[in-house]
């Protein structure tokens, strides 16, 4: 037995020395060759193992703070600062009959803020939806609950909660006039390969969004909705290109049109709303979305318009 | 002997006049004000329409097939058929070209108030069709009213299930070709088959009288529950439209009854009283197959024309020229056109007197909310949009269809009277029709 053993041992010894020999040979190599051929890789594995040294400091670290920074800020000055758009809004954000400010934004926003145990302010200097975002990427707002739609230009400056408010483009036609192409085919056929004049918000996504689904269209910028609206309805242009609430509140809150009108909802279109936050309170996005998830805050347009049945025409 | 004398009272009072008016008046009472009472007493009024349907269709085979084969073996029928084909459409085009009148000069879609347009508005919305569109995938073509399909819907591949199915229009295409067959076989064996489809008639019309005594009930009860599920609001705000359609109905059955009179040589107040029946379940059952019976039996025995013409010539009338449904689409398509403020000229208003006959003629084969979407017919030649103003029309539709059938029912009267005229032996007959009358 000793002797067996005697012979093994300088064996393992040898074989595990030429293993570690191997190795060191072959990292080398591999690095050498990484280093020349993928350049790009470099930095990667080089920024892995920082990632690895932080989360080693800090697990050292003794002390931690009692709460993340972000949700911090919001507790010690003791109010929930919400950015809004300077502009009434209905369903979202609008003056009530018995004056008071309420909607689907306001009331998320308050809800937030008394889940936070603080009290809500809201920071309506912007004027247009992208100041709104702008006013979250400067940090002049803990976050924005605006009817912000999550477009990837928006998510290069900030992120998104997930939607609580999922809706479908819409289109506003005069029947006449598209009686007027029908010709007997269903409206399905004649919507496809819409021909005549779109109004749309000038310098708003619907221009680009008309021009690639209704190619044959032509396509009219109107400096605001109303004016779209409007041209609609006294038969100047064929439709109108918006989300599906905006058209729809047009035929609910002006009854008297609805003979003249037909919304359309597309339904393989989709428009998602979410609150919009800075890209560094990733603690207060985690926040938000649970929120919205515990509460069952996942509206679509049919079922914001019948919690909100009076609703009136945005200007 | 007294029983006697009370069961032929009870039934005397029960086919006057006066316990109808008492009964229309108790309809009207309950389905107004007691909407409850008229919702559990439905199942009555749909029992006697239920009877009263269940003959039609064996009375519609049978007669039609036998006037069809006697017509043809008395050798007349070039005549009867001349006339039909002259009377039918000169009818039809009066008939339309009649709404196409009144709804000219009356203008019921001009100068709507704000206030109506708001609540057409709103009905509108509360239908909810908001259309849903996919912009991509595969198109799903849905088939759409047209007149191909009417023409092929006009003959039956199985005339039993046509039978079962009870569509009435393929019945009668194959009575009339299974009659003009039998009339062209000339055995006596078919004399035999003629007694038995007779016989069935008979007995069928027989239960039909027979049921004529329970009408008081039947219809308190139809009445009741048609009024409770009108709907005021949208009765006012289409007010004007309304009011033009039942004048245009009440107007065509004067004119109808006219054309009675001077055909027969009866006094009005018989001729009203004769064609009392099929008035009134014409109002009350909104059903022009379930007056079928009692137009033929009014003329027939009512007024002592020639059965065998008026077994062939009501029916048909009724089921293929849909003179209501032709006026009321020639109303309809006018006030869309003032609704949506579309001027019209001369060649555009004979093209709705052209296409609201072609309408109305393809109703034969559909009935409920079917027959109103044939109104597509009508205004896709006027390039006029039809979804909005279909949710009014058949939200009005509870107040407008029994004028309308009303209006149906008289302009077959008045086009099978004009077709049949009667036989020189009223003197002889009229005791007898009075008798029956009572």
Request: charged letters at 15%.
């Amino acid at each position: 037995m000793i002797t067996i053993s005697k012979l093994i041992r300088p064996t393992v010894q040898l074989i595990i020395q030429l293993i570690v020999r191997l190795i060191v040979r072959v990292t080398l190599c591999l690095s050498l060759i990484l280093g020349c051929w993928f350049p790009n890789m470099a930095p990667v594995l080089a920024q892995s193992g920082t990632n690895l040294a932080q989360i080693a400091a800090a697990s050292n670290q003794t002390k931690r703070s009692a709460m993340p920074p972000d949700i911090q800020k919001i507790r010690q000055r003791g109010k929930l600062i919400v950015a809004l758009l300077n502009r009434e809004n209905s369903p979202f954000f609008m003056t009530d009959a018995a004056r008071d400010f309420t909607g689907l934004d306001v009331k998320l926003a308050a809800g937030l803020a008394e889940q936070l145990g603080v009290t809500v302010e809201f920071n309506r200097k912007a004027q247009t939806f992208d100041e709104v975002v702008k006013t979250v990427y400067d940090l002049k707002a803990d976050l924005a609950i605006s009817k912000l739609s999550r477009t990837l230009n928006r998510a290069e400056r900030v992120r998104f909660s997930q939607p609580y408010l999922k809706m479908r483009q819409g289109l506003l036609v005069n029947r006449l006039q598209i009686a007027q192409q029908a010709n007997g085919r269903s409206m399905t056929e004649v919507v496809r390969n819409l021909q005549g004049k779109i109004g749309v918000i000038r310098g708003s996504s619907y221009v680009g969004f008309t021009q690639k689904k209704f190619p044959n269209a032509t396509v009219v910028e109107f400096p605001t909705w109303a004016e779209a609206v409007e041209a609609v309805i006294r038969g100047n242009i064929l439709a109108t290109y918006r989300d599906e609430i905006e058209v729809k509140k047009i035929v609910l809150s002006q009854p008297n049109t609805a003979l003249t009108l037909q919304t359309i909802a597309f339904t393989d279109t989709q428009d998602s709303i979410a609150v919009a936050l800075p890209w560094d309170s990733p603690q207060l996005l985690a926040y938000v979305n649970q929120f919205l998830e515990t509460n069952f805050v996942d509206y679509s347009a049919e079922s914001l318009l019948q919690e909100y049945p009076t609703v009136t025409a945005a200007p | 002997m007294f029983k006697f004398i009370r069961r032929s009272t009870v039934l005397t009072w029960l086919r006057s006049p006066w316990c109808l008016v008492a009964s229309v008046a108790l309809g009207i009472y309950l389905g107004t004000q007691h909407p409850i009472v008229a919702t559990t007493m439905a199942p009555i009024g749909t029992l006697y329409l239920g009877l009263l349907k269940m003959c039609v269709l064996p009375i519609l085979l049978t007669s039609i097939t036998s006037s069809v084969g006697r017509l043809m073996m008395s050798h007349d029928a070039k005549q009867s058929i001349q006339r039909i084909l002259i009377v039918f459409p000169v009818g039809l085009l009066g008939v339309s070209g009649l709404a196409v009148i009144i709804a000219t000069i009356a203008a019921p879609g001009k100068n709507l108030s704000e206030a109506t347009l708001k609540s057409l508005g709103v009905l509108v919305n509360q239908s909810g069709i908001d259309l849903e569109i996919a912009l991509s995938s595969s198109v799903a073509s849905a088939k759409d009213a047209d007149m191909s399909q009417f023409l092929l819907s006009m003959v039956p591949e199985n005339i039993f299930s046509a039978l079962s199915e009870g569509q009435t229009l393929k019945v009668l295409i194959f009575s009339i070709i299974f009659g003009v067959a039998l009339g062209a076989v000339h055995e006596p064996v078919i004399e035999r088959l003629f007694e038995i489809l007779e016989s069935i008639y008979k007995g069928c019309h027989q239960v039909i009288n027979g049921l004529t005594l329970a009408l008081p009930v039947g219809l308190c009860s139809l009445l009741a529950v048609q009024l409770s599920d009108l709907g005021t609001e949208v009765l006012f705000s289409m007010l004007s439209f309304v009011i033009v359609a039942i004048f245009t109905f009440i107007l065509l059955y004067l004119l109808c009854i006219l054309i009675i009179w001077r055909q027969t040589g009866y006094s009005l107040i018989q001729i009203f009283s004769a064609l009392k029946e099929p008035t009134i379940l014409a109002l009350a059952t909104s059903s022009s197959f379930a007056c079928i019976p009692a137009t033929i039996s009014a003329l027939s025995e009512g007024l002592a024309f020639d059965r065998k013409t008026t077994q062939l010539v009501a029916p048909l009338a009724i089921t293929i020229c849909r003179f209501g449904a032709v006026a009321y689409f020639a109303l309809a398509a006018l006030f869309v056109a003032q609704l949506y403020q579309k001027p019209l000229d001369l060649s555009q208003l004979s093209l709705i007197m052209c296409s609201s006959i072609l309408a109305g003629m393809a109703t034969s084969g559909t009935t409920g909310v079917l027959t109103l979407t044939m109104l597509d017919l009508v205004l896709t030649p006027l390039k006029l949009p039809l979804e909005a103003v279909l949710v009014l029309f058949i939200a009005i539709d509870p107040i407008i269809n029994p004028f309308r059938t009303m209006g149906l029912i008289h302009s077959s009267l008045a086009a099978t009277a004009l077709v049949a005229e009667p036989r020189g032996r009223m003197v002889e007959i009229l005791p007898l029709s009075e008798a029956e009358l009572q």
